[in-house]
T-cell receptor, first 112, second 112 residues
Framework: GDSVTQMEGPVTLSEEAFLTINCTYTATGYPSLFWYVQYPGEGLQLLLKATKADDKGSNKGFEATYRKETTSFHLEKGSVQVSDSAVYFCALSEDSNYQLIWGAGTKLIIKP | DTAVSQTPKYLVTQMGNDKSIKCEQNLGHDTMYWYKQDSKKFLKIMFSYNNKELIINETVPNRFSPKSPDKAHLNLHINSLELGDSAVYFC???????????FGPGTRLTVT
């Protein structure tokens, strides 16, 4: 079945560092890909998405490119802030049923 | 104008008790979910309803019983609470034909 694998956390960085959180997937079809963010004490919220190969999703300085050849959707940000500290979830959805398949989440800690 | 709301936000109770969590969405969506998030932040889908009809029922003890009085509400009743039920429970909703889910703020359940 479909699955999503994320790099294990926590990921600890200093402010203004470059961020990469790896996400790879397995799917039978051509899924849509998502990154959700969960700030401390809150629910998940959509950060960005991409619906087809080579699409780039971006929001709040974060980017991720849908790479079909490597089945990846890595999350990047050029300069992180303390306020980016959160748990980040990668997810996929097949158009056949629109259900989200979730990665395990990666906790990001940014130190001032 | 909260999109997905849950009550209560915190719930502390003793083993063996019965409790309910309520969820309401004002987005006009017709599909709603209950998720359980454990202490390691892993998200597990429990139930999904579409227009008041149960469409996903994962392997969840039958002490958990969802109820959807209308498509804007999805409640979760838990009988005979156990220590292992301690977690954060999230409600989410989406519109048919789309994958993006909108999450409530979560209910932190602590069973002592």
């Amino acid at each position: 079945g479909d699955s999503v694998t994320q790099m294990e956390g926590p990921v600890t960085l200093s402010e203004e560092a470059f961020l990469t959180i790896n996400c790879t997937y397995t799917a039978t079809g051509y899924p849509s890909l998502f990154w959700y963010v969960q700030y401390p004490g809150e629910g998940l919220q959509l950060l960005l998405k991409a619906t087809k190969a080579d699409d780039k999703g971006s929001n709040k300085g974060f980017e991720a490119t849908y790479r079909k050849e490597t089945t990846s959707f890595h999350l990047e940000k050029g300069s992180v802030q303390v306020s980016d500290s959160a748990v980040y979830f990668c997810a996929l959805s097949e158009d056949s049923n629109y259900q989200l398949i979730w990665g395990a989440g990666t906790k990001l800690i940014i130190k001032p | 104008d909260t999109a997905v709301s849950q009550t209560p936000k915190y719930l502390v109770t003793q083993m063996g008790n019965d409790k309910s969590i309520k969820c309401e969405q004002n987005l006009g969506h017709d599909t709603m979910y209950w998720y359980k998030q454990d202490s390691k932040k892993f998200l597990k889908i429990m139930f999904s309803y579409n227009n008041k009809e149960l469409i996903i029922n994962e392997t969840v003890p039958n002490r958990f019983s969802p109820k959807s009085p209308d498509k804007a509400h999805l409640n979760l009743h838990i009988n005979s609470l156990e220590l292992g039920d301690s977690a954060v429970y999230f409600c989410a909703s989406r519109q048919t034909g789309t994958s993006e889910q909108y999450f409530g703020p979560g209910t932190r359940l602590t069973v002592t």
